[in-house]
């Protein structure tokens, strides 16, 4: 005998109980969205027609990328319902969920019909990556009962476009038919210009349904935050509030404001990409600190662009970015970038380690042999005498994640600054984080400017030591302890 002791919090509960042709529940991170959406599907499939004795369903689970499908959306579900999940890594990730007969008096009879607990339940999932417009062919064959979009307002418009089309076509009426056939959608806040603001809160169609979750902390009139007595899910987090508390330190405002306070909005103010940079003359991101040989470090983050090849010296203390000297070479190679940085600082290669971070195209080559970037920085230094540890990813990381792990630097919810620049001696730097802008329409793609190659070098460095979603692998399982739902919560066996 197993429990599945699962409790919907009210939004999700009246969540489950429409039947609304597509539904999205919009909340914070760690509301319970995505362990709601997996018991929506759970509690479909126990509620289809039967037919010659079982109850069958067919879905396409979407995320915006392969990655994360597998670490959160994958691990979630697995984690739930693990034990009656057999599931095969392939294109697409195929999955047969196949859980046991329930007993309860309590279900919905969609069908008008006695519920017959003794019907087999079979339901077919299919895990799809949906990270751009051209990746709505790997729908164009498939005939579903329903559909879950994991953080949805992460995946192409199109992507639903197409699945309002999929879906209602499984079981085939010759094939008994279904009891309720759609999509459910769950999301954190995005911005204004997203489309699921747009339908939710501009056009909303008919047969759509839009659920929106309280904000898990509240802005009180001093710019403090405080806990929201109407948060949901909070229960269910072993340090309940404080789970939440403990997120501020580290992350942009804004960043708060849309995956903790549940607003629509922007990362940014204006069109400017780093808006928090120097927003207090008095106590902004300006210091007169130069390279100090003592910490015996320096960290030299690169963006290989060739006209001009950008990189900046960095030094770190107690978590404090220090930016002390850069180097801007036009029509430059690595190999000039490290007789530079040799020039400048072979004095202290006794002294120093050298950790060189930067854009994951440094390694283009080495599968072959070929002297990438990375390699020649290293070979050129290792023979003037420094120790180089190369700490640069095989893979960038989102533009917009390293964005807001810059941003989080320069200025955090809690108001710390933890990135200096030293603007006499990184002339570029500063004038980039204080001017870069935005493309008109986007949301994270930048104007190209001579100053935008010096930004990404420390936006690569960011993103690898200072994630913003650095905790992202345990967010979409803090639902593991739940109570007993009076609705869904079934015994099982």
Known sequence: MIELNYSAEKTIAEFHADNSFVRGIRGPIGSGK???????????????????????????VIRN??????????QTWLEWFGDFTKITYGHPIKAIFTPPSISGKNLKELDGKKYDSNAKVIVELFFISMDRPQSVRKLKSLELTGAWINEACEVPEEVLKMLTGRVGRYPSKRNGGFNWSGIIM?????DVDNWYYKLAEEKKPDGYKFFNQPPALLENADGKYIENPEAENIENHTLGFKYYFNILSGKPKKWVDVFICNKYGSYNEGNYVYSGYLQDINNGNHTAREFDPKLRHIIWAHDFNFTP???IIIQNEKDNIYCVDEIVLKSATSKDAAFEFINRYGAYKNDIVVEIY????GHTGEKHGIMSDYITLEKLLNQAGF??????????????????????????????????????KCKMLDLGLSKLELKDGSTFLEKDTEYQHITTALRYYCAVEYPVFKEKMTLDKINDYTNFNKNLGRRIG
């Open 358 to 361: 930067g854009d994951a195209s």
């Open 186 to 190: 769950d999301t954190n806040s995005c």
């Open 34 to 60: 995505s362990v709601g959406c997996c018991f929506e599907i759970l509690q479909r499939a126990w509620l289809q027609k039967v037919h010659n004795g079982e109850r069958r369903s067919r879905w396409a």
């Open 309 to 311: 090849l950008s990189s």
């Open 387 to 424: 120790s180089v540890r190369i700490r640069a990813p095989k893979s960038n990381p989102a533009i917009k994640s390293g964005q807001m792990a810059v941003q989080a630097k320069i200025l955090d919810a809690l108001g710390n600054r933890t990135l200096f620049v030293n603007p006499k």
């Open 65 to 74: 990328s392969y990655g994360e499908l597998k670490t959160t959306t994958i």
